[in-house]
């Protein structure tokens, strides 16, 4: 069963990586996000098809093994839309040393967490309230410094604020197919909604990000930051951090050090990176001197 879901997840990561140049393409000429707009563009729509197809992937991979396993693989999208979204053009060392070391770093969170041995689980009730208010806290965050910046800042903290909703997303699919059987109806419904519109909110703050810009940059935040929430969710409410230690979750934390390196090298030197003018900066025509 793990291997089965460590292929799905494989796929899942290449839609996403497809989705998201495609998405950017659509998104990428425009300053603010329309949805009605985006909903007529046959692109963006087919980018819309790819990550739901993705996302089922994925949620499937998720019901066959822990979240700690699944969740990091996801990391393949990043050399895959590195590649997609330069396709031509010779990519440049520190763009591939951010892609290796965002690898590097969630492969050892992957090895880290699959040699843990799981505890009894969190009740689903306390997971979805305790897990609801910290994503809920940390999303709307970054949202609200994303609002207020520019450039690559603005589109790693969007990323971030949808990487963080979609890890809530997955731990909580985990957390339901675990505890499906004993949940009470009231209890799943929560959790029904709050899947929902976590999934809502992550998929609107992406857009942004698209919008703000790269999607290898796009990608490799939500594939850092979105299985590092995923997996401490999974470790302190789902009991998948049996036997890892002091040591053992200081590794875990260096290895989100490493990751974290890598974005900031793709959102500092991918050659999409640069920062957009705004829309008043384009219209205003350059002063000629006398």
């Not at 879901?5 to 495609?22: N, R, T």
Request: proline letters at 7%; charged letters at 10%; glycine letters at 12%.
């Amino acid at each position: 069963m793990t291997a089965l879901a460590l292929l799905l997840a494989v796929a899942g990561a290449a839609c996403f990586a497809c989705a998201a140049v495609l998405q950017h393409g659509a998104i990428a000429p425009r300053s603010k996000v329309d949805l009605r707009e985006l909903l007529a563009h046959p692109r963006w729509l087919a980018g819309a098809g790819l990550a739901a197809g993705g996302a089922g992937l994925h949620a499937l991979a998720l019901v066959l093994a822990p979240v700690s396993v699944v969740q990091p693989v996801g990391v393949l999208a990043v050399p895959l839309a590195v590649a997609l979204g330069l396709r031509g053009s010779r990519l440049p060392k520190r763009v591939v040393g951010g892609v290796a070391l965002c690898v590097a770093g969630v492969a050892l969170v992957v090895r880290t967490a699959a040699a843990a041995t799981p505890d009894a689980p969190a009740d689903l009730g306390r997971f979805l309230l305790v897990s609801g208010t910290a994503a809920a806290t940390v999303g709307l965050a970054l949202a609200v410094l994303a609002a207020r910046t520019n450039g690559r800042i603005r589109c790693v903290a969007f990323a971030a604020g949808g990487a963080v909703a979609f890890g809530l997303v997955s731990a909580l699919l985990r957390a339901v197919s675990v505890q499906f059987a004993t949940a009470d109806p009231a209890t799943l419904l929560g959790a029904a909604a709050a899947l929902a519109v976590a999934l809502a909110a992550g998929g609107w703050l992406v857009q942004q990000g698209f919008a703000a810009g790269p999607p290898a940059v796009v990608v490799a935040t939500l594939t850092v930051v979105d299985p590092f929430v995923a997996t401490g969710l999974g470790a302190g409410l789902l009991g998948e951090a049996g036997g890892l230690g002091p040591a053992g979750m200081a590794f875990l934390l260096g290895a989100g050090a490493v990751a974290t390196a890598g974005v900031a090298l793709l959102a500092r030197h991918h050659p999409e990176a640069a920062p957009r003018p705004t829309p008043t900066e384009r219209r205003t025509p350059k002063e000629v001197p006398t």
